[in-house]
């Protein structure tokens, strides 16, 4: 019989204690039958014989009715029992002297084993003389888990999708310090879902196929993790798309998974909660841009003296510009992109921000302590940071988080609309899937920086995933939880994310 919280037990059938003491007896049950005391004993016997005198050995039933059989002699019939079950006298007394493996260890170690678990059930002495006594066994033993793991429990996993114009993102986390977590599964496909949204209005065949067949991933990814809480979204493209809601029916019949879209401001809201962690104490205003396949999300932050723990509550103004590097490359062309093309993408955007009403530049930067800069989050922004740093394969870590200056940019820039169509395909931070699509980006990003002029620019390599997550956790309460368990989950591990 198992413990829970001691390890095994012996089974308490009575039978001698096996650990090299063979006359002392494991329970009172055993102390009855050892001397014959036992429950029968206490009544008269059915051939009248009286109970034994005071003071004398007493016998168990069977001993009596044998020595009190008429000619026969109760020590060889005892000998012929053993015989019959297979068992020399030499063999009980070599039983008893072997160690059973049921039984337990020192006293001194099984009390020091109670006392470090703490919140175990502990077996009471009763259960203890108890001949039969059953509890039930848990799911997991927490004995057997490392301390991370008892720190966090394994349900306390996070999934976030995220289905865009361009590109199908699925991230599961694990919270750790508060305001972070740690990716514990990624998944990451350019599937082009809006590809010739702009001039059909409806999304074709074969995007929604390609679409389907990453979200199958995704959802055998998310079928082996014991997910505690979920959310899976889908922006511009289906929003805009007539067969949007058909598409996504088609999506739930195939894989499974419930797709919701989500609104414009939503779509901002998130994008400003997932870089929350990249926008400083000492910042008092800044201008945050998601650059996506459809749209372009644009919030304008200020946080004052008094700092909420959701930047996202410190948005004054918002917009959602109905353009993105996959709607704008179709209009304009994103294969050969030269100067005049590129300055029509700019002339665009600009027409579309001039209609957005939010504070001037002036008001945002208003004294050398605001700490004003634009901050980016998008494929756009994190491609220009790869190839300023140039680097031979993209590394999210270097990028993530780095500053470039309003020159840097400007040079980036300058440097891809050089670069035939070739040229950007052989770059390792663009790729060919990106080739057509980098530079519609980076008119959209021109149009914003001539809007609010900056020194600087700060790049992020996150995005709505994060905001979802940020969000889920903190609706949850889990960092709290955390805060009380303590434990390696609080010190964080390397990979970890905000």
């Not at 927490?142 to 306390?156: F, G, M, T």
């Not at 505690?228 to 499974?256: D, H, M, P, Q, Y």
Request: hydrophobic share 30%; aromatic share 4%.
């Amino acid at each position: 019989m198992e413990d829970p919280s001691n390890g095994s037990q012996p089974s308490f059938d009575g039978a001698f204690d096996r650990t090299g003491s063979p006359g002392k007896p494991t329970s009172r049950r055993g102390r009855r039958r050892r001397s014959g005391k036992s429950r029968a004993a206490s009544v008269p016997q059915a051939n009248g014989q009286p109970p034994a005198k005071s003071g004398e050995p007493e016998r168990s039933h069977q001993q009596s009715a044998l020595d009190h059989q008429p000619g026969q002699d109760g020590a060889r019939k005892r000998k012929r029992r053993r015989k019959k079950g297979g068992q020399t006298t030499q063999q009980q007394q070599a039983a008893k002297t072997q160690p059973d493996p049921r039984a337990p260890g020192p006293k001194k170690k099984q009390q020091r084993n109670r006392r470090s678990l703490q919140g175990r059930p502990l077996a009471a002495s009763s259960d203890r003389a108890s001949p039969a006594v059953t509890r039930p066994q848990p799911a997991h033993d927490v004995r057997q888990q490392p301390q991370a793991e008892r720190a966090l429990p394994p349900n306390d996993l996070y999934a976030a999708l995220d289905l865009g114009t361009n590109n199908c993102r699925l991230l599961i986390a694990q919270p750790t310090r508060p305001g972070q977590f740690r990716v514990v599964d990624a998944f990451s496909r350019i599937v082009r879902l809006g590809e010739g949204l702009g001039s059909s209005g409806r999304l074709s065949e074969e995007a929604m196929e390609r679409s389907v067949e990453a979200l199958k991933i995704c959802a055998a990814k998310l079928s082996t993790r014991n997910i505690r809480k979920r959310r899976l979204i889908a922006t511009e493209a289906c929003r805009a798309a007539e067969n949007g809601e058909e598409f996504l029916s088609r999506v739930t019949a195939e894989t499974g998974l419930e797709l919701e879209i989500i609104n414009r401001e939503t779509e901002a809201r998130l994008a400003v909660s997932g870089c929350s962690s990249l926008v400083g104490r000492e910042t008092r205003s800044v201008v945050l841009f998601d650059i996506g396949g459809g749209s372009s999300e644009i919030a304008v932050i200020k946080t004052g003296e008094n700092r909420s723990a959701r930047l996202a509550n410190h948005i004054t103004h918002w917009t959602s510009l109905p353009v993105g590097v996959v709607t704008l490359s179709e209009r304009h062309g994103g294969r050969d992109v030269t100067p005049a093309v590129f300055d029509a993408m700019v002339r665009e955007v600009e027409g579309m921000l001039a209609r957005f009403e939010s504070p001037d530049v002036s008001e945002l930067a208003d004294g050398p302590d605001s700490g004003f800069h634009l901050i980016g989050t998008s494929g756009t922004v994190t491609t220009l940071a790869g190839v300023h740093l140039g680097l031979s394969k993209y590394d999210r870590r270097k990028v993530d988080g780095v500053w470039l200056s309003d020159a840097e940019v400007s040079a980036m820039q300058a440097k891809l609309l050089s670069w035939d169509f070739a040229g950007r395909a052989s770059n390792p931070c663009i790729g060919p899937d990106r080739a057509d699509l980098v530079l519609a980006g980076c008119a959209i990003l021109e149009a914003i920086r001539r809007r609010w002029p900056s020194p600087r620019m700060r790049v992020a390599d996150r995005g709505l995933r994060e905001g979802l997550l940020t969000d889920m956790m903190a609706d949850d309460g889990v960092w709290r939880r955390l805060r009380h368990r303590g434990g390696v989950a609080l010190r964080g591990r390397p990979g970890d994310r905000t």
